[in-house]
């Protein structure tokens, strides 16, 4: 984990990078930081606002949002759905806007890069473990009954196989990889070559990702399920999001496509495109997250280049930035704040700090109260860390 205080956001990456071919400064969306940031503000306790508002105001409207703040139960798809695969894209978006080819330069030259992935890989792997067994418990003294598979995990799996693939090959090479392995893993899940019961190749007891998880994954699953939701298998089409990041940020930082217009009109046209086809083939391969169906990755990609050609919009086009500095500061130091929300009570420090005033108010307004001030104290501490340009990455 590398920490800088009080110096601009840097990375042993982008450092490397800079000794090996001095390129020019890397390109910096304003609006990359706040997606990322509005993002991780639901995974920090937004998810209950529309709870809050239902009880506050009455209005049966907010039951359909408050819906929407609950992953699918099995097939089908949620906003809360979106939160795990946009962040992949994010991190894709990163990559592509500033891509370096490594594969020519000598190996000295590379290994800088090459430890950095690693290094990121590993740290995930285990800040993913952490989290797994936060809330005041701790993983397991057994081996045997730690869960390794995680949400950092995947994240960790998915950039570091996208990093490889822009470092070492065309673009063109990087769009046929994400084609073959969508509808190999379609066709994979589809027809399975070995399933641990008879109740369908989509469900959970009868999915190859279950027998795949059986077989390879150390540990324990989610929920002692029979398939984990960022289980061995899965992880292989969550790369494609990652990719599909890569793609838009080639384009966005592409010198031959002219006029900021035409760009977000390409960026809305593909979301769509990548929604109809999603749900297109969904009655043959399912749009479901835990099992992370091709369907799953096009359906969330499409939603992820929607939600940046918007934020691109208003924030990089039309210059109106300001509402932004809120989903920004989160976005600054999002893994970080990620972990904590495993590791930290931040109810008990909310209820500490605001806990008198939150019990003054009305009953049909402590919960939107309560929820406001957590998400406060959270924000508070990320503020703090932004003004003193503290930005810890991994």
């Known amino acids: 984990m590398t920490t800088i205080i009080d110096k601009p956001r840097v990375s042993i990456a982008s450092v490397a990078a800079e000794s090996v071919s001095k390129p020019a400064a890397k390109p910096r969306l304003k609006s990359l930081d706040a997606l990322r940031g509005f993002d991780m503000f639901w995974i920090l306790g937004g998810e209950a606002i529309f709870a809050a508002l239902l009880l506050l105001t009455g209005w049966a409207g907010f039951n359909w949002f408050d819906s929407q703040m609950h992953h699918s139960t099995w097939h089908g798809f949620t906003f809360y759905d979106l939160i795990f695969p946009l962040f992949i894209f994010l991190s894709g978006v990163a990559l592509g806007l500033s891509p370096k080819r490594l594969d020519k330069l000598p190996l000295p030259q590379r290994m800088p890069l090459y430890q950095h992935a690693i290094k990121r890989l590993l740290l995930l792997l285990l800040f993913g473990v952490i989290y797994n067994h936060g809330w005041g418990t701790g993983a397991p003294f057994a081996l045997g009954d730690i869960r390794y598979a995680s949400v950092l995990g995947r994240i960790a799996f998915a950039w570091f196989f996208c990093a490889l693939l822009v470092w070492h090959t065309s673009l063109r090479t990087q769009i046929v990889t994400a084609i073959l392995v969508l509808v190999g893993y379609a066709v994979l899940q589809t027809f399975p070559f070995m399933t641990l019961g008879n109740s369908g190749a989509f469900s959970q007891t009868g999915s190859i990702n279950a027998a795949v998880d059986s077989l390879l994954l150390p540990g324990i699953t989610y929920q002692n399920a029979a398939v984990d939701p960022e289980g061995i298998l899965s992880t292989v089409p969550a790369v494609v999001n990652g990719l599909f990041g890569v793609f838009v940020g080639h384009f966005i930082v592409k010198p031959q496509v002219k006029g900021e217009w035409f760009k977000v009109a390409i960026l809305a046209l593909s979301g769509l495109g990548l929604l109809v086809l999603g749900w297109a083939v969904s009655p043959w391969n399912p749009v479901n997250k835990t099992l992370w169906t091709s369907s799953f990755t096009l359906v969330t990609s ?74 406060l104290v959270q924000w508070l501490v990320l503020y703090w860390m932004y003004k003193r340009n503290i930005f810890i990455k991994v």
Do not use: E
């Open 302 to 375: 499409g939603w992820s280049i929607l939600f940046l050609a918007l934020f691109y919009t208003i924030i990089d086009v039309l210059k109106v930035q300001k509402w932004a500095f809120f989903f920004t500061v989160i976005g600054c130091n999002s893994i970080v704040i990620y972990i904590a929300t495993s590791i930290v009570n931040w109810k008990y420090a909310a209820t500490s700090l605001f806990g008198g005033v939150i019990s003054s108010l009305p009953n049909h307004v402590q919960a939107l109260g309560s929820v406001t001030s957590l998400l």
